[in-house]
């Protein structure tokens, strides 16, 4: 471990030169305190002190993103912003992501030398590989599982997203098994539920399950919401193992990163990771994380699928920001940490060919809650027009003409397709 | 837990009505997708549905405070802010600290509707209590262990924050014990790093303290930071408790609300909680969460000990805000769930006074790094400076006149007194 580094990529906004704000950084998470101490000699600075590593300066702003930065009596009024990275040496934290985190964020978010801080980006060295083995799935696995080939893994959240009792889900889940969906997730409210007991809804979701199996020759895999405190995710995880189920679903941001990496430790079936909670670390745009460097974090700690949102959401963010988090997930960390990215939220067979494009593959999980839940034609119509509409995208086909050919994706555009 | 409701506050901002965007809140985080399914019953609706309780208009403003809100042709240019209370039906989730958050925080950041959000309070039921037993120490506990009464537990931080050989650290903590400190913790920067395991560590840090209490009678609590993964915080925990330590220090936002949980549920000694990396869930004013809401999970999940930074710190909170963290940390939360408030950054005795009028208690821990370890005659008249700082806050005599008799508080106001 010694001479590794990692390397922090940070987006800046300081009232100070970016020269100060990245010294700021460095010295705060390595050997500064407010006022010199003894011990804190030129050989243990040179050991372990954080390094800048460059910076590049970009636009100034006339005023402040963050509240709270103390700004001189000489100061200009414009607040400059670039790219700064900071290397910190691996022996003063090891391979450790909590510990990671405690160095590369810890207290910076909260300095009065910045206006704005974001941390944009990660390199970890090889020591990490060592301590993390990653998703055990990944996008070989989960397709070995699921069947599906040569196109994305397609699927469906279970809607209404809060309130079905076991036997209303299971013949829900049924319908859709037999309509030939790969995959269907709970939704993110809905884990472990007084009204809707975890024993009960794997139950009656893997008596459907197996029953359309029996019947179609393929089995579809339900991600079950886990989601939980450490001790129950266990039961939970092994409840839906000894069920037969083939995946399992966490909420990241409610367990923690340290919660899905002791839940790799153990599991036997894909983890689904969703990221709700992620906008309040990334919707104001000077601070919190960028997905590029939060998204190498899951896949370390075993996420073996990932959402990502979808393009034309009915969320705030950008196609670009969305293209880019699909092409994040997909870049090899580490030479492996292979997720699935999990792209959903408005989505329907029309949203599939800019997906395609903008993905460059057929290695995502496309799902749609309402766009094949709703059909008018029903669920079996809804995931066939989902199949179409990929379809098209592979071929360069334009949707409307495809269509002409296909009633089901004919009546999805006819039903969805003024949507946005 | 029939009729049982979570209350969740926020602070709303929209180019909608408020009666829109708390529509939009209720609707998404419990029965809501972008198009009617079947099975979305009015009795599922009744019975599972998150209710708006009340909405406080606060001012409009003409410029939103984050990105991607969706504004119709229609809209006025304004974007009207207010509280919003939404309550949701405990059986929705049950008593599960990471499925209530899936619930409250869940994709509400995300939404277009917004253009800022944020968690200011959280009203929790009964049944919470039931579920998580919270601290097992808390302030009359760690008073018994430090044997410090009748004023804050004082102490300091070791510094520099990374870099002391245990060898090192060793001769500075049995020197600081001797000095008759109440407390110290490791730097969060500092866990179980290579380049001195905490194996050694504890070793090293155990003998001085034991060393020193043979020496006064009295045993210097040391928080030792075991921040790691679930099982490595499991080794490093029982690795403290058969030394004979009678602390752990951990970085909450490292190891996730679950692994304070998980920690709490065999914790032999008072945990000691970081906030490391708040600064990114709270200081963009309209978005995350408010230290009122989340300090409230953090005692439910067992922190004996609770980091609300310090006033005129070096950080960029404003006095006001550490002032509010301090007295939610103090207000009862279900019939108990005691948490010490941990005092830190830029403190020396001069912060006393006003720390004491902020607090209006002595049940904190106040710490000071410089200002006890570069006191200009030592750390036992650095620490002896903190005690004299409170003997005049709380005898309402002004600091400058009670250290007329006291020359190691005098000294004190003549190295730091300049500071501000």
């Not at 037999?178 to 979701?205: S, W």
């Not at 059909?375 to 949707?399: C, N, R, T, Y």
Request: with cysteine; glycine share 10%; aromatic share 6%.
């Amino acid at each position: 471990m010694n001479g590794e580094r990692v390397i922090a990529v940070y987006l800046a906004e300081t009232p100070l030169s970016l020269e100060q704000a990245a010294d700021a950084i460095a010295g705060e998470q390595s050997t500064g305190t407010f006022t010199a101490v003894p011990g804190e000699t030129a050989e243990l600075k040179e050991k372990h002190a954080a390094v800048v590593e460059f910076i590049e300066p970009l636009e100034e702003v006339d005023a402040p993103s963050l509240p709270g930065a103390r700004v001189s009596a000489q100061h200009d009024g414009k607040y400059r912003r670039g790219r700064i990275a900071v290397s910190f040496p691996m022996h003063n934290f090891g391979p450790s992501i909590p510990n990671l985190l405690s160095a590369v964020a810890g207290n910076l978010y909260e300095m009065r030398e910045m206006s704005g801080l974001r941390l944009i980006d990660l390199e970890l060295p090889e020591a990490f590989a060592a301590r993390y083995p990653g998703p055990k799935f990944g996008i070989e696995g989960t397709r070995r599982l699921t069947g599906a080939y040569d196109r994305p893994v397609l699927g469906t959240i279970v809607k209404p997203s809060i309130g079905l009792r076991p036997d209303e889900l299971s013949v829900l889940v049924e319908k859709l098994a037999r309509a030939g969906l790969d995959f269907i997730k709970d939704d993110e409210l809905n884990a472990n539920p007084p009204f809707a007991p975890l024993t009960q809804k794997v139950k009656a979701v893997m008596a459907a399950v197996d029953k359309a199996a029996d019947a179609t020759g393929r089995k579809l895999m339900y991600a079950f919401n886990i989601t939980g405190d450490i001790g129950e995710m266990r039961r939970n995880h092994d409840l839906v193992v000894a069920a037969g189920g083939t995946a399992v679903m966490v909420s990241i941001l409610s367990i923690g990163l340290t919660g899905l990496a002791e839940l790799n430790r153990y599991s036997e079936v894909p983890i689904h990771g969703h990221r709700n909670q992620w906008g309040m670390l990334t919707r104001s745009p000077m601070l919190g994380i960028e997905f590029t460097a939060w998204q190498k974090l899951c896949r370390l700690a075993g996420a073996d699928h990932l959402h990502v949102n979808g393009l034309n959401s009915k969320f705030y963010e950008s196609n670009e920001s969305v293209t880019r988090s699909i092409r994040a997930c997909m870049a090899p960390l580490l030479g492996g940490y292979e997720t699935m990215p999990v792209i959903s939220s408005m989505q329907w067979a029309g949203t599939a060919p800019a997906t395609y494009e903008a993905a460059g593959t057929l290695d995502v999980m496309h799902l749609a809650g309402g766009g094949i839940l709703a059909h008018p034609d029903g669920p079996a119509a809804g995931f066939e027009s989902m199949k179409l509409g990929w379809e098209a995208a592979v071929q360069g086909i334009p949707l409307e003409q495809y269509a002409e050919r296909h009633s089901a994706l004919k009546r999805a555009i006819e039903k969805y397709g003024g949507r946005e």
